[in-house]
């Protein structure tokens, strides 16, 4: 762990603090309120970080997953797994506010036409396996390289799943970021930046801290396992 | 040929293989002892490269092409003949005039005349020497077996002694057992586990 | 090239021995026809043929699934996989010996349950066709893997299903927008990335999942 007080987590999760209430102040009152959706639209701001959190997430399990196959440095497999805990656990918060955004938007708790939900959906489920998959199998090079290799095949999953269920289903969830660029006014997507870069850096902060709580309890195993 | 030191296998918590330490050179044939759980079997994969020593320090200086390996299963198609067996893995270890010595093995282990049978119709003595055959299939430089008496019976142990002592000195050995008199005689190296 | 002449007796060898055991194919065949009759009880009078399609695709996942489970158990009798690993072929050639030989298999099945399809509910054309083919490949290349991952552990057959069923809902769109859409093309495309990309990758990570370490 470093020792610089910025990049230390007490500090990051101080700063997260702060940046989650500015966010939560920004989208619930300071923001005018948008002319089509209302005040269900406030939620938009917190779904969309949220998902694009566990994307962040999932992403960089893959990248961890990758490292260890790669490098085959033993401790990649940890900074994997709990990587794609906090990506399923936002993933599981991204499915929720959706879900309620949906219900305040459309009338109804779940939507087949929400592309993106869906998306989640099968990514949760996806995810999901996962777990049992290293649930299943014996501590050990077998369980990690399998995880890893599974944890590559679910970001490669997110694309393709993507075009397969935006072939199936018609598009009728309002796309926020056009071709030209988003759809917003500037106070909109300066909140919508202030809520990502919080949940972005909460994600990271609850990562450091679980990856830091698991080497801890490796490391006091072990410890016991010295002692006579 | 096989140099190991501290090496330590470990399965989740559980700690198999504690403290090993080995020197092989080439030539040599080491006889690995010890009760039921030891670990015999666990070293023997790990020399064999099945699985990853947990910390310690592991040198073998075969490649999979050089190795030989008798595990405590056959490691052969229950479906399949003695000659179809051998056949898929002469392919696979790029056995030169494979008929040939795929024939040879099997008279000198006495499995010619049942050649064309399943293996799913053979007695466990059959199928282990049907396995030590497929393990000397290759000539390899280096023998990693995991108690070859096993299963044998008085003839096919003769047979295998004989194989063994035709071979031993030209070819490098690391054989666990839980008869040690036995292999006392070509024995260059001791090891005991817990 | 000894890769291919490697790939060759492997795949002759998954024949070989599948053949002989004779239990697989068979339960197969009768899984889908099966299902299809089950089919036609479950779906109401007035059911458009585009239910039917779907059901298809349902039918064909499980019926693959039932193969897939099934696809390295002679591996681990008496432990050969072992020995496969071992060898100084490489072990990719394992897994796809044992894709061709399971899409073999289950192209055999579909030999006789599409016909049946066609005779139950409704006409596939040449493009529905293309689409089981693409899926077939598809659902084999990442199924063998999985199989692979999950023989490894405890409860594999609860397990295999739960791997492999999200990585088909792809393979699924893209069969029955194949058959149904007007728009097939897209649909077959989607299939032909899925395979290509998937199986390249499965191809690529077998290795990873049968060793503990690079030798």
Known sequence: MSTSAIRSVPGLALLTAGLMGSALVLALIVVPEDADQGISQRIFYIHVPIALTAYFCFGLGAWKALLLLWRGEERHDLESYVAIHQGTI????????????????????WLWSEDQLVLFLVLFLFYCAYFMLRFSLEDGPRRARSSAVYALFGVVLIPVSF????????????????????????????????????????????????????????????LREALP | MIRARDLEKRYGRRRVLTGVDLAVPAGGFAVVTGPNGSGKTTLLRVLAGLAAPTRGELEVHADRAQLGYLAHEPLVYRELTALENLDLFGRLYRVPERRERIGMLLERFGLWDARGSRVSTYSRGMTQRLALCRALLHDPALLLLDEPYSSLDEEGAELLDRELGALAGERTFVVTTHDAPRLHRLATVEVTLA | ???????????????????????????????????????????????????????????IVFAALLGLARAWVPEQEHGVLDGLVLAPSDRSAIWLGKTLATLAFLAAAQVVALPAFILFFAPLDLTAIAGVLLADIGICAVGSLMAAMASAGRSRELLLPLLVLPLAIPLIVGGVGAAISPESERYLLLLALYDGVFAVLSWASFEYVVTEHSS
């Open chain 1, 90 to 109: 936002f993933g599981a918060l991204t499915l929720i506010t959706g879900s309620i955004w949906a219900k305040a938007s459309w009338g109804r708790w």
């Open chain 1, 163 to 222: 075009l397969a269920i935006r072939l199936a289903e018609d598009l009728i969830h309002p796309t926020v970021f056009t071709r030209d660029g988003p759809q917003m006014s500037g106070s909109m997507f300066a909140t919508f930046c202030v809520a990502w870069g919080a949940v972005t850096l909460l994600a990271y902060v609850l990562y450091r801290v679980e990856l830091a709580g698991k080497r801890l309890d490796a490391d006091l195993r072990d």
């Open chain 3, 1 to 59: 090239m000894t890769y291919l002449a490697d790939v060759a007796a492997l795949t002759r060898k998954d024949l070989r021995v599948e053949l002989r055991a004779g239990d697989t194919l068979p339960a197969m065949l009768l899984f889908v026809l099966s299902t299809l009759v089950v089919f036609h009880f479950a779906l109401p009078e007035g059911t458009g043929d585009d239910a039917a399609y779907g059901l298809l695709w349902v039918a």
